[in-house]
């Protein structure tokens, strides 16, 4: 794969190497970790994305020698009522900060809308605050994810202590999937692996687990320092309320991300108090036939899963 602008050969637009890679994520690493004073590298953060694995995802612009733009694509599963589409999350979109307003990114995302159709994708997703320039591409916006937020008083918080059930053995995963697939619609699907990555910001990852008298349901965790990201609960809302006081434990700050009307969306409105806002920020590109746009506004990839 490569073009070139007129009046520019040198210019490549294709797959990123092995070698290049190890160039490449130091100039992620500053655009959107270390240059926000974040720490954790995207190689380690999104491993399955950054890796040897799929680099054909990984697409680059060169001018000569140079690294001039990037973005990471990754194909993931996608259930909704017993089907399974296959969707591609992108991410990490990137553009040398002296070779910005040349058309590079507009350039990479439509090789990318090409590859997603030759793998036979049925469409993308991404996440931006710039809906206008994806929409001149042929992105749709819509979103049903919201976010909520609540500040936590530390001597509130004691409780008895869960069970950290987090090893990513691919029994545990399983019994996860299960609980996914029975209390949601439509999500993605995931595998031991997909629990390896870990969103901006947390700095680390739990996985809490309640079952009481044959209920059960989880909570996925990321923290960092005193603040709390709740990317999930799951399961029996009869467990929710032992997996919350679990949550605050030892926190000042939670921030949630869920989907509007889910279960976990209602209890923590009604138990916890959570004021929501929508977040308006996902895009999607309808690849094959398969895909109802129709009913775009009423899928929603989690925070967890996103790049």
Same mark, same amino acid.
């Given at each position: 794969?490569?073009?070139?602008?007129?009046?520019?050969?040198?210019?490549?637009?294709?797959?990123?190497?092995?070698?290049?890679?190890?160039?490449?994520?130091?100039?992620?690493?500053?655009?959107?970790?270390?240059?926000?004073?974040?720490?954790?590298?995207?190689?380690?953060?999104?491993?399955?994305?950054?890796?040897?694995?799929?680099?054909?995802?990984?697409?680059?612009?060169?001018?000569?020698?140079?690294?001039?733009?990037?973005?990471?694509?990754?194909?993931?599963?996608?259930?909704?009522?017993?089907?399974?589409?296959?969707?591609?999350?992108?991410?990490?979109?990137?553009?040398?900060?002296?070779?910005?307003?040349?058309?590079?990114?507009?350039?990479?995302?439509? !090789?990318?809308?090409?590859? +997603?159709? $030759?793998?036979? @994708? *049925?469409?993308?997703?991404?996440? &931006?605050?710039?809906? =206008?320039?994806?929409?001149?591409?042929?992105?749709?916006? !819509?979103?049903?994810?919201? +976010?909520? $937020?609540?500040? @936590? *008083?530390?001597?509130?918080?004691? &409780?008895?202590?869960? =069970?950290?059930?987090?090893?990513?053995?691919?029994?545990? !995963?399983?019994?996860?999937?299960?609980?996914?697939?029975?209390?949601?619609?439509?999500?993605?699907?995931?595998?031991?692996?997909?629990?390896?990555?870990?969103?901006?910001?947390?700095?680390?990852?739990?996985?809490?687990?309640?079952?009481?008298?044959?209920?059960?349901?989880?909570?996925?965790?990321?923290?960092?320092?005193?603040?709390?990201?709740?990317?999930?609960?799951?399961?029996?809302?009869?467990?929710?309320?032992?997996?919350?006081?679990?949550?605050?434990?030892?926190?000042?700050?939670?921030?949630?991300?869920?989907?509007?009307?889910?279960?976990?969306?209602?209890?923590?409105?009604?138990?916890?108090?959570?004021?929501?806002?929508?977040?308006?920020?996902?895009?999607?590109?309808?690849?094959?036939?398969?895909?109802?746009?129709?009913?775009?506004?009423?899928?929603?990839?989690?925070?967890?899963?996103?790049?």
């Amino acid at each position: 794969m490569s073009s070139a602008p007129d009046g520019d050969m040198n210019l490549e637009i294709r797959s990123c190497r092995i070698a290049e890679l190890d160039r490449l994520v130091p100039l992620l690493d500053e655009e959107f970790i270390f240059g926000k004073r974040r720490t954790t590298s995207l190689r380690l953060r999104f491993p399955k994305v950054f890796c040897s694995n799929n680099l054909h995802n990984i697409l680059i612009c060169m001018v000569g020698d140079e690294i001039a733009a990037a973005l990471a694509m990754f194909p993931f599963d996608w259930r909704e009522d017993g089907k399974i589409l296959r969707g591609a999350m992108i991410g990490a979109v990137y553009t040398q900060p002296a070779r910005r307003k040349q058309g590079l990114a507009s350039r990479l995302l439509e !090789a990318a809308a090409l590859q +997603l159709h $030759e793998q036979k @994708i *049925d469409f993308g997703v991404l996440w &931006t605050g710039q809906p =206008a320039f994806y929409a001149r591409l042929g992105w749709q916006a !819509a979103d049903c994810s919201v +976010l909520g $937020e609540i500040d @936590i *008083d530390p001597s509130a918080a004691e &409780t008895e202590s869960l =069970a950290v059930f987090w090893k990513q053995a691919e029994e545990e !995963a399983t019994l996860l999937e299960g609980i996914r697939r029975r209390a949601l619609k439509a999500t993605t699907v995931r595998h031991a692996e997909d629990y390896r990555q870990l969103p901006i910001p947390a700095e680390n990852l739990e996985l809490l687990w309640r079952e009481d008298q044959g209920k059960v349901a989880y909570a996925l965790l990321g923290s960092s320092g005193e603040a709390g990201f709740l990317y999930e609960l799951v399961g029996d809302t009869d467990c929710f309320s032992a997996l919350w006081r679990e949550v605050c434990r030892g926190r000042q700050r939670i921030v949630i991300n869920d989907q509007a009307d889910s279960p976990a969306c209602h209890w923590l409105t009604n138990h916890a108090g959570i004021i929501w806002q929508r977040k308006n920020l996902t895009m999607w590109l309808p690849v094959s036939k398969h895909v109802e746009t129709s009913r775009l506004g009423q899928w929603h990839i989690p925070y967890f899963d996103r790049i």
